[in-house]
């Protein structure tokens, strides 16, 4: 059974930082491309940022220069680094899997950031 756990969400003034973590278990974590989504209030989920098995990622226009996706194969676990935070990224952020080698996926319970102005 895949289970995904975060970490990591809490409030921040503007242009603070956080790191949140997912930690990852009844999966091939390492075959596994990672991402992490966010819902703000009243829009839908949104990409974020994603990191392939080979580490390659892709962020949203909105977090480039900001955020930063990481993977440690060997704990399981994928970070995001976020920092210059802005009230607008205030959200809840939730950490994605795709299960390899059918690339079903699964999700996070969710962790709230917010960001005061």
């Not at 990409?47 to 480039?64: C, E, F, G, H």
Request: glycine share 10%.
């Amino acid at each position: 059974q895949v289970r995904l756990v975060e970490s990591g969400g809490g409030l921040v003034q503007a242009g603070g930082s956080l790191r949140l973590s997912c930690v990852a278990s009844g999966m091939l974590f390492s075959m596994s491309p990672m991402g992490w989504y966010r819902r703000a209030p009243g829009k839908q989920r949104e990409l974020v940022a994603r990191i392939t098995k080979n580490s390659s990622t892709n962020y949203a226009d909105s977090v480039k220069g900001r955020f930063t996706i990481s993977r440690d194969n060997a704990k399981n676990t994928h970070y995001l680094q976020m920092n210059s935070l802005k009230p607008e990224d205030t959200a809840v952020y939730y950490c994605n899997a795709q299960r390899w080698p059918t690339n079903d996926d699964y999700w996070g319970q969710g962790t709230q950031v917010t960001v005061s102005s």
